[in-house]
């Protein structure tokens, strides 16, 4: 609906089961790209006591016939539009036959049934089962589909939908046609049907208990080759499933289709997953090692939906992070097992601070389980999404690993096949476990990031070690509760020895404190000398940290750390100290020899050094603080950089050239690890190029065997104003401009350099013949990283870096308002910066606001922003 007036919000109070179930569906698509036509046969059923009436949704279809128990309807007796049927004194059980008509070429949302490349795909998560035909979809509506697909054969010969193939076959008219059938009740938006002139590969996977199961990746012709890795990544996740959490996959065929035209990353349809096809296709010359492990992530991710999300389904879309806060934290496992732990936690909680912390301070905070929401895709969120997971993990710790996994399994055995809810999950858990999760609930119930703060006396007397720890709200003006928050602490002495330590019952190394006040005093005892606490490791809760520790304290934790995501957080939290430095101190000495020390550390994971170097990006700086001088922090980061890439040159210089692998192709863990290590060197040098770094990254780039070595190199140059810039970026265009996943990049780059004329350049990327409007990857590789990871650009002080996101966000709301609203979303926390920098961004969304009509989409940001 593109409403003039305000649009309606829906309320999670306002929950009440349907008047009628609908039980079967049988649907049948005789494709067109102009003209679908779509016969829906769907038996109801009447919810005991409830009025009989029945109202369903749909979205820009036109109505053709209306039949009830085969008894034809006259539509001019009936209440529709477009968007709504209205059916009245209707019997308790009946059959409605719907027969509408869509235009796939013209629906430019993808989201329904649509072209991408002139093929036919579907994207029907959240509510876009409405846009295929008249139905109850919301998720507690679950229904056995029968789908048969009809198009030419010529051009469509791939025809798949949910479930099994029961039926194929050849008609006299050209056309052939397949029937598929799901034995699993589900939900409308987990859909799907895809239509096309596609390759497959396929293999089979054997279950733990032996039965063979097919799968199958569908791709464009020319992607055959860039499957390999997916399929492996398919075979490795159902293992784990099985192995980890005793869950089997549960059909003889498992579909996995790549579509370059998607909004999000990918979908858990029933069967048949949809990703996006920058999930999916990768070799070593095209996909970079972040890639790879991304592909890793989300297979696993859709995956693991089958249980998480699939046979145990949600109620209503307020419980969206049952499943996808618990599938994300799945998906976190499954990489973790896969590769190094610690890396991964530190790369999880990088992304959590940077987009869930931002988003959980500005004007679209929202709880874990929002109470109210104008538009549904709005809350495809960094909070319901990772928040949720780190809620997940919170239990984990407090249930402990066994007992966990124990619980999760009695959660998909009590709630199989059904639509439930956060309770019903939580309730699990504690009947499961034992344990009281009252308070527990609350982290769901209460936005904003809670501030912790740390404070520690040490007795030599009593050999006590007193821990003191607060909680207060993340947000101003929000009545404040207090969370149960797992402290995860440990003890350093501070000639850095490792201590074991008693907290209560327990001597150990590593202790879990449960903060539960405001408010409370923890006593370690048997402290034999004055120590500093480790706290929080491995980020055991979603918090901000506040603590007052010295400098020399902090070069102590980085040296001595046994945590490996502490010792990160202690090398970031230095980075910070220095960045407090006004311009006219010089930086203290202990730094220089705390990195120097740091580089020379030859046992550790590479990976691991790679990121303990890595200055803290502009992104998750700008979002420490409420309020922001941006000019300031920008100058304060450039000198540190410089400082490190003067400083520890050699340093640099020689890692480099000890890791740098000029034939290197290795796609195992210690070539990647290397590769990351020397890439990291090679950026922190190109903070203060020279003609020596500058040659080195052109022949870096000249002899690249991986994209990943490709794109470090263009990564350095790109902020430079050299002629051999241009012409790697040339070269690169040249070379790649056939493989649209690869331009993406080339993009991206661009628009995320700090290159002083970037505005200029962001623009020449907008007008280049490649920039499509209409492809999401192409739109984000400019857009995403221009206003998340160019903030130099994007807040450029003449405001013309808002000017460009507000004006293609109104470009794009018309056609794709989900993509829309993602560019608007990023002038969304204006009050926290200067004065003329937030009259700027106030201005353009003040400007969206006056534009008519609006999706609801756009209109649900834009007015949340406007009103704090
Ligand atoms: N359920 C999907 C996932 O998390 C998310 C998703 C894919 C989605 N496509 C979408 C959500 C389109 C909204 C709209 O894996
Ligand atoms: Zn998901």
């Not at 097919?214 to 055959?224: D, R, S, W």
């Not at 495809?380 to 997940?392: D, M, P, R, V």
Request: hydrophobic share 40%; net charge negative; aromatic share 10%.
């Amino acid at each position: 609906m593109r409403a003039d007036d305000a649009p309606a919000t829906v309320f999670l109070k306002d929950y009440r089961p349907p008047n009628y179930w609908a039980t079967k569906v049988k649907l049948s698509v005789d494709l067109d790209p102009d003209a679908t036509v779509v016969t829906s046969l769907v038996s109801y059923r009447q919810t005991p006591g409830s009025p009989s009436t029945l109202s369903l949704r749909g979205k820009e279809l036109t109505l053709l016939s209306v039949a009830i128990d085969g008894r034809a309807l006259s539509l001019k007796d009936l209440k529709f539009s477009p968007e709504q049927l209205e059916l009245e004194n209707l019997p308790e059980s009946f059959e409605l036959e719907l027969i509408t008509k869509i235009s796939p070429r013209q629906n430019l949302a993808l989201e329904g049934l649509y072209l991408s490349h002139d093929q036919f795909y579907t994207q029907c998560e959240p509510e876009g089962f409405r846009r295929i035909t008249y139905y109850l979809d919301r998720p507690d509506v679950m229904a056995e589909f029968e789908t048969t697909i009809l198009a030419p054969k010529g051009r469509l010969p791939v025809l798949l939908s949910n479930g099994n193939l029961m039926a194929k076959g050849q008609r006299s008219d050209g056309k052939h046609y397949a029937v598929w059938h799901d034995p699993f009740p589900k939900p409308s938006y987990l859909f799907a049907l895809v239509a096309g002139d596609l390759s497959c590969i396929s293999d089979q996977y054997e279950t733990l208990s032996g039965r063979k199961v097919a799968v199958h990746i569908y791709v464009e012709k020319e992607n055959i080759g860039k499957c390999g890795f997916a399929m492996d990544a398919i075979k490795r996740a159902m293992r784990w499933d099985e192995e980890v959490y005793g869950l089997e996959y549960d059909l003889d065929l498992f579909m996995v289709v790549a579509v370059s035209d998607f909004n999000m990353g990918a979908m858990e349809n029933k069967g048949l997953n949809i990703f996006n096809s920058k999930y999916v296709l990768a070799s070593p010359e095209t996909a970079t090692d972040t890639d790879f492990e991304n592909i890793l992530g989300v297979v696993g991710h859709e995956y693991f939906h089958n249980w998480s999300g699939n046979r145990v389904t949600l109620r209503d879309w307020f419980q969206l992070s049952l499943k996808e806060g618990l599938t994300v934290f799945r998906d976190q496992q499954f990489s973790a097992d896969q590769g190094s732990a610690a890396v991964k936690r530190i790369g999880d909680v990088r992304a959590l601070r940077e987009q869930q912390f931002s988003e959980d301070s500005g004007p679209m905070a929202h709880p874990v389980r929002p109470d109210s929401y104008i538009e549904i895709n709005n809350f495809y969120t960094a909070t319901i999404y990772n928040k949720g997971a780190e809620l997940i993990r919170m239990l984990q710790s407090l249930l402990g690993a066994e007992h966990f996994t124990k619980a999760v399994q009695l959660y998909f055995k009590k709630f199989d096949g059904q639509a439930a809810t956060i309770e019903d999950f939580l309730q699990t858990m504690e009947e499961s476990a034992a344990i009281d999760l009252k308070s527990f609930k609350l982290w769901y119930q209460q936005a904003g990031t809670p501030l912790i703060s740390v404070k520690s006396s040490y007795d030599p007397k009593s050999k006590k070690l007193t821990l003191s720890l607060s909680q207060a709200s993340g947000l101003k003006d929000q009545t404040y509760r207090p969370l149960p928050i797992p402290v995860r602490t440990a003890l350093i002495s501070k000639a850095g020895k490792a201590l074991q330590v008693r907290q209560g019952k327990e001597l150990a190394h590593e202790h879990l404190l449960l903060l539960r006040e405001e408010k409370e005093d923890f006593v370690f005892e048997g402290v034999e000398e004055d120590a500093l606490p480790s706290v929080f490791r491995s980020f055991s809760a979603p918090v901000r940290v506040e603590r007052s520790i010295s400098e020399a304290d902090l070069f102590t934790l980085l040296a001595h750390e046994t945590d490996a995501f502490n010792k990160y957080e202690a090398a970031q939290t230095i980075a910070q100290r220095m960045l407090e430095l006004p311009e006219s101190t010089p930086f203290p000495k202990p730094y220089k020899v705390a990195m120097q020390r740091l580089l020379s550390d030859r046992e550790g994971d590479p990976r691991l050094l790679a990121m303990a170097i890595q200055p803290p990006s502009l992104d998750y700086l700008m979002q420490q603080e409420p309020a922001v001088n941006l000019d300031t922090l920008f100058t304060r980061r450039k000198r540190l950089v410089e400082h490190l890439a003067l400083e520890l040159k050699s340093e640099l210089y020689d890692i480099y050239h000890r890791f740098h692998d000029r034939r290197g192709l290795g796609m195992d863990r210690s070539s990647i690890g290397r590769r990351e290590l020397k890439n990291a060197c090679l950026y922190l040098l190109a903070q203060r190029p020279d003609d020596e770094l500058i040659k080195l990254a052109v022949t870096q780039y000249e002899e690249a065997h991986t994209m990943t070595d490709a794109v470090a190199s263009l990564g350095a140059l790109a902020p430079l104003s050299s002629p051999l810039r241009e012409s790697s970026f040339q070269h690169f265009y040249q070379r790649w401009k056939r493989d649209p996943l690869v331009i993406d990049k080339w993009f991206a780059i661009q628009a995320s350099s700090f290159h002083p004329e970037v505005l200029a350049q962001v623009k020449k990327l907008l007008a280049h013949p490649d920039f499509d409007i209409a492809n999401p990857n192409r739109v984000y590789s400019v857009f995403r990283q221009f206003a998340r990871a160019n903030p130099f650009g994007f807040h450029h002080p003449s405001g013309e870096g808002y000017a460009l996101v507000a004006n293609y966000a109104l470009k794009i709301d018309p056609n794709n308002p989900q993509v829309a609203a993602g560019l608007v979303n990023a002038l969304s926390r204006y009050t926290r910066y200067d004065e003329s920098r937030k009259n700027h961004m106030r201005s353009q969304l003040q400007k969206i606001m006056n534009q008519k009509p609006l999706s609801r989409d756009v209109f649900e940001v834009v007015s949340k922003s406007l009103s704090v």
